[in-house]
């Protein structure tokens, strides 16, 4: 069972905006710090964003200014919205997160990944 899902991909033109949403996949767990990664047919995973358990944040300079990385605490959930989104932003992204459980550090989780395209 995964432990993240994730939801929001899709295909968009240039210039539009998509949000990506990540959550545990039970309600148990809390979410410390966070971030989404992305990869790209026959590149390596790079990480795009990454909020922590402070809600500072830090970026990929490919996105800076187009992406916002957040947490709403009490939904349990980070997004990531996108805007202004090139065709060099096509890929899988993936969810990362630090889960807590009853207080306690719990593991390090990955979703299962949502594509967004990009056309141009």
């Known amino acids: 069972q995964e432990q993240l899902v994730e939801s929001g991909g899709g295909l968009v033109q240039a210039g539009e905006s998509l949000r990506l949403s990540c959550a545990p996949s039970?309600?148990?767990?809390?979410?410390?710090?966070a971030g989404w990664y992305r990869q790209a047919p026959g590149k390596q995973r790079e990480l795009v964003a990454q909020?922590?358990?402070?809600?500072?944040?830090n970026y990929a300079d490919a996105v800076k200014g187009r992406f916002t990385i957040s947490r709403d605490n009490a939904k349990n959930t980070v997004y990531l919205q996108m805007n202004n989104l090139k065709p060099e932003d096509t890929a899988v992204y993936y969810c990362?997160?630090?889960?807590?459980?009853?207080?306690?550090?719990?593991?390090?989780?990955w979703g299962q990944g949502t594509q967004v395209t990009v056309s141009s």
């Open positions: 039970e309600s148990t767990f809390s979410i410390n710090a």
């Open positions: 990362t997160a630090i889960l807590y459980y009853s207080g306690n550090y719990y593991g390090t989780f």
């Open positions: 909020i922590r358990a402070s809600a500072t944040t």
